[in-house]
């Protein structure tokens, strides 16, 4: 391959690694499932708390997330811990 070639494709390697996305998870414990709570109590918790449950999901970093709305009616992505009920990140949209 020539320097001119070898360049290019350097350079094309180097802008497609700086426009990809990094996907971070967010981790909230690393404790057997066995520990966890169960899901459909954790989710009538929230609700009865005020929250209205649109999605909800087990995340690849072990966490409880939910879209939905909190009791003032923000619209929220929330990341629980689902050991003990942690918030570990919450986002309003």
Known sequence: MNALKLAFT?????TVAACSPT???????SAPMSDWQDQAQFQQNLVSEGYQINEF?????????IYGTDADGNKVEIYFNPVNGEVVKREAH
């Open 57 to 65: 999901k087990v995340t690849e970093g072990n966490c409880y997330e």
């Open 10 to 14: 350097a350079a094309a390697i180097a």
């Open 23 to 29: 996907a971070e998870v967010t981790q909230c414990t």
